[in-house]
């Protein structure tokens, strides 16, 4: 194979510019002296379909009729971000394509601009997945990701008067050059309705007669692996009307009825859900999920007759199935359902193939977020589905769980898959855990806590089922792509197949200390930071200078992520130059880039309070610009992309136990950001590899938030035993930041001193300390460079490709089969 190698481009620059010049010319009707940005980079984009288009082809006939095992990755999200650039990358073609397009006049980079982000993920779950992809076509791994065609992405961020506003992402208003629409390939999916019992020759068999009915239309994503030599799909579905001119309506004179029809059943593919609790218990969210499962099993069962013909006993050997968190945990039933009732299999052999397809991933303990589902809700709409899963469990509690605990009530209503209460509920997480053969945490301290914390009696009925995969990110992507000034930095002194094996990286630990590595390393970060310093321009009107720290927060709005944390230091260290103009700090920006969830009213005044807070500070010319503070509106994949290369700090300082993973605190590191960050998630493996001299690690562990929670924690204490930390909470309570308008920030101070669930007080010294490491660390500008330097060198275990290797070893069981040329 030549997986070792960098990708060869298999065009020369005068070709390319003829491809993109027959495509302008005879693709989009148009020509070179009229051609706008977009039509321009309509013709590159098709040009690399040319190449793309064969790799679906070749590697679709390498598998065509093929034995061998393949896994479906089934996701509510997949974050994708842009495709163009990442293909160009992939394929060996973005030098050629940035030479060509200069030949014809025009900036390559100005034209990728054009490209919307394909944003169909909330955060780190969708981009993980993305990730995955990738890694999955790079590994020549037989896997399709199947998921949601959504019309509408995570909404766009505006700010008005310093509060976030929400505005509808349009990604594909003019459709999209990445997806083949493949009509052969639409399923029916079933809804509502209710289930009969049918006698036949002294049988009985249960059979679902729905009321509705709906059209799955696949739309397929190309996903180019790196050297293009094998390209899967991403297959998103989007819902139709089952029929859409119903003729009987028409001719009675129910012409808008019948539309109205189509347009009930286009709302399911309509808008992708943001992590809210307010969206708790949502029928169209309900729907979202067993339209995406049904479509995606009946798809994977329909390849599978056409390759083995209706004898299904090979189903669950040739066909893993991982659940990206409990949004698809009803493909378990639907899959019982197909096996048992339309197949004629026995309760306890299709119990036996579901178990063996299915492996769940756990990416959250937050007790809001685990999915638990309205029993009546889910009986209205899927009423052979309910009957399955209290199958499931009673079997689930009289077979495993009576054998285990004998008589013990107690540890059944723990466990069972129905929680009983005023309304019963569904809990997915347990219906995902029992009818799985492996759960994985996203870290390794997360997987100890699945274990430990959320499913104890879970792991002492079956000890082998759970497991650890630590995440990871694409180097493609998160670097080659995104920083190509590090790259051909890193490539004049490793192998240049480094963004396929990350390990050859760790060449350059022996240039740590070399004086003038440093320096060219330390001047492709200060290009970054000039490029960015445009930006913020470009985006805020804000000056800053590239000589100060660029100090970035980017993540998801929460407050166990503790933004708000960040926030009372910045006004700790304003306060402090306030108070001694003198004060000895090296000029910061700090940058915050993140969404709240439209119904998240502390998230959307913690964006409020850091808007007001950054408009004074860098509006007041006392402290001499020694402090700037940026929100950017609108943070998405295709704006990380520009920031991660230019950051040179890493906030990571989630309240410990509570962020699962984390996977931008892998972008930033590996792109030479310094972490300040808690021992949580994946931060505590990061300061492993990269070397504990190289992290700055802060404030409370795990055993300490239990023993303070134990004690009692009293937030109001630390308020009123440190002064500093008491003036800046009370600063929040006047008018300082928000002139004439006093009181406007008080339900942050309210909460924090209230409830502060997340512990921000009681980590406020610590943090405040370490930020003092930071500042200090980063004069000596030898260390620095030494300390970043060793963060590029270390991070090969978060390549997303490790990650995949994990999984399709240790879970999934299979292997690749690359596609022939
Ligand atoms: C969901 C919800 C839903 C309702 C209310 C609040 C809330 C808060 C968080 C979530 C998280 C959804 C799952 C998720 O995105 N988890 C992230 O997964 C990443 C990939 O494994 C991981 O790196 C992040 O640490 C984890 O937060």
Known sequence: TNLSAAPQPQLTVPQFKESVLKHLHSTLGT??????????????????????????????????????????????????????????????????????????GQSLSDILEEEPD?????????????????????????????????????????????????????????????????????????????????YEQGQSRKVWRPSRTLRAIPWDIPIVGYGGQNVNILRLWES????????????????????????????????????????????????????????SIADVMRRYKSAHGNDLSKFAELNAMQLNDTHPAIAIPELMRILVDEEGFTWHDAWTMTRATFAYTNHTLLPEALERWPLKLIEKVLPRHMEIIFEINSRFLQDEVEAKWPGDDAVKRKLSIIEEGSAQMVRMGNLSAVGSHTVNGVAQIHSELVKKDLFPELNALWPTKFTNVTNGITPRRWMKACNPRLSSLIEKHVDADWPRY??????????????????????????????????????????????????????????????????????????????????????????????????????????????????KI????????????????????SLAEKLIPASDVSEQISLAGKEASGTGNMKLALNGAITIGTMDGANIEIAEEAGTDNV??????????????????????????????????????????????PGLLSEVKRNLIESDSFMVLA??????????????????????????????????????????????ENIWHIKAVPAKS
Not at 80 to 95: A, D, P, T, V
Not at 769 to 796: F, G, H, V
Request: charged content about 25%.
């Open 502 to 615: 990350l390990e050859k990286l760790s060449g350059l630990k022996a240039l740590a200390d070399d004086a003038a590595f440093q320096k060219d390393y330390m001047a492709v970060k200060q290009a970054n930071k000039e490029d960015f310093v445009k930006v913020i321009r470009e985006l805020t009107g804000i000056e800053v200078s590239a000589d100060a720290i660029f100090d970035v927060q980017i993540k998801r709005l929460h407050e166990y992520k503790r933004q708000h944390l960040n926030l009372l230091h910045i006004m700790a260290l304003y306060r402090r130059l306030l108070i001694d103009p003198n004060y000895d700090l090296h000029p910061r920006v700090f940058i915050f880039g993140a969404k709240a969830a439209p119904g998240y009213r502390l998230a959307k005044e913690i964006i409020f309070a850091i808007n007001k807070v950054a408009e």
């Open 118 to 198: 394909m944003a169909l993920g909330n955060g780190g779950l969708g981009r993980l997945a993305a990730c995955f992809i990738d890694s999955m076509a790079t590994l020549s791994l037989p896997a399709i990701g199947y998921g949601i065609h959504y019309e509408h992405g995570l909404f766009r961020q505006e700010f008005y008067k310093g509060r976030q506003v929400e505005r509808p992402d349009e990604w594909r208003e003019f459709g999209s050059s990445w997806e083949i629409c493949r009509p052969e390939s639409q399923q029916t999916v079933k809804l509502y309705g209710y289930v009969e019992t049918v």
């Open 696 to 741: 700055v690690i802060f404030g409370m562990e795990v055993d300490d938030v239990e023993a303070l929670l134990a004690k009692g924690y009293q937030p109001a204490d630390y308020y009123r035993s440190n002064d500093e930390l008491k003036a800046v909470l009370d600063w929040l309570d006047g008018d300082f930041f928000t002139p004439g308008e």
């Open 240 to 295: 139709r009307a089952d029929k859409f001119f119903d003729w009987d309506v028409f001719n009675s004179g129910g012409y808008l009825d019948a539309y109205a029809e189509s347009v009930q059943a286009e709302t399911v593919s309509k808008v992708l859900y943001p992590n809210d609790e307010t969206e708790a218990g949502k029928e169209l969210r309900l729907i979202q999920q067993y339209f995406f499962s049904a479509a």
């Open 618 to 637: 860098n509006n007041d010319v006392r402290i001499n610009n020694k402090l700037k503070v940026v929100f950017l509106p609108n943070y998405r994949v």
């Open 31 to 104: 020509y070179e002296e009229k051609a706008s940005q977009q039509a321009w980079n309509q013709a590159i984009a098709a040009a690399i379909n040319e190449f793309v288009y064969d790799g679906v082809s070749r590697t679709r006939k390498t598998h065509a009729g093929k034995g061998t095992r393949a896994v479906h990755y089934l996701s509510l999200e997949f974050l994708m971000g842009r495709l163009m650039s990442n293909n160009l990358q992939n394929l060996g073609l973005y030098e050629i394509a940035d030479a060509a397009m200069t030949d014809l």
């Open 763 to 808: 980590d406020f010294e610590a943090y405040s300390e370490a930020q003092k490491k930071i500042d200090t660390l980063y004069r000596d500008k030898k260390a620095w460079a030494r300390a970043a330097i060793m963060n590029t060198a270390s991070l090969a275990k978060f390549n997303s490709d490790r990650s995949i290797q994990d999984y399709a």
